[in-house]
């Protein structure tokens, strides 16, 4: 397979804030490896066979469903433990095993970041391709400044799916996604946006970023856990104005 580079991310510990219940959580990291780049076109089609037209640019218009198949190929093709286990739709994640996955929210809030409190880790025109470009598709990677992660495009270019559910309580299985887009206005392409989508839903500006590391703990790790995403499902009480009830 084209060579999916990694960094190596030290442990440490960052800080997610959630702006519907108003709070914020600090969690303490392991360390773990997180993919230079997003994953490409050319990485797309020679694991899944999916025609392509520009072989340097983000894999885009993917679904999660899709994105999480595709890390398990991935580990196949490479020899790995495949991380992702399926029933259906419903999709579980071996915490034990050492192939490639999504990151957690909070790895890849950390790895973007690199140490900085802002929300850029460089002046936007020079580390993210956003609608101030005036672009009208992704861009092919590493055209704009890495981080002291030594990662780039982590910022706009296109939005990268995350391991985590958005907000199981509002939106049932729907994901996250983060970064920004090139299409993007400023005030999205920022480290602490977070929004999401459907697992089938798959739209021209998000793709995915590779992370490993495996962990001992089952059903938890780096900021995530069954447990949690299960309490977050409760809404107790009348819903909040604006809200839909879950689909059941």
């Known amino acids: 397979m084209t060579d999916i580079e990694l960094a190596r991310i030290p442990a440490g510990v960052v800080t997610?804030?959630?702006?519907?219940?108003?709070?914020?959580?600090?969690?303490?990291?392991?360390?773990?490896?997180?993919?230079?780049?997003?994953?490409?076109?050319?990485?797309?089609?020679?694991?899944?066979?999916?025609?392509?037209?520009?072989?340097?640019?983000?894999?885009?218009?993917?679904?999660?469903?899709?994105?999480?198949?595709?890390?398990?190929?991935?580990?196949?093709?490479?020899?790995?433990?495949?991380?992702?286990?399926?029933?259906?739709?419903?999709?579980?994640?071996?915490?034990?095993?050492?192939g490639y996955r999504l990151p957690t929210e909070a790895e890849w809030e950390f790895a973007c970041r690199a140490g900085s409190t802002g929300p850029h880790y460089a002046p936007l025109a020079d580390a993210a391709w956003t609608s101030a470009d005036g672009v009208s598709s992704p861009q092919d990677v590493g055209g704009k400044l890495p981080n002291l992660h030594g990662l780039f495009d982590t910022l706009g270019n296109v939005w990268e799916w995350c391991w985590d559910l958005l907000d199981p309580a509002r939106y049932d299985d729907y994901r996250v996604f983060r970064g920004g887009g090139f299409a993007d206005d400023a005030w999205s392409v920022r480290a602490s946006v977070r929004r999401g989508g459907a697992p089938r839903m798959h739209h021209e500006d998000v793709g995915l970023r590779l992370a490993r590391g495996a962990f001992d703990t089952l059903e938890q790790a780096q900021g995530w856990s069954a447990r949690a995403d299960r309490e977050r499902a409760v809404q107790d009480g009348p819903l909040p104005s604006g809200w839909t009830p879950r689909r059941r």
Request: proline share 6%.
């Open 16 to 98: 997610l804030r959630d702006a519907r219940r108003g709070e914020q959580r600090e969690v303490t990291l392991e360390p773990y490896e997180i993919g230079v780049y997003p994953v490409t076109e050319a990485q797309l089609t020679e694991v899944l066979g999916i025609p392509m037209r520009h072989p340097r640019r983000p894999a885009a218009d993917l679904s999660w469903l899709r994105a999480v198949h595709f890390c398990n190929a991935a580990s196949e093709w490479e020899g790995l433990d495949q991380v992702y286990l399926f029933d259906g739709e419903e999709v579980a994640w071996d915490t034990t095993a050492d």
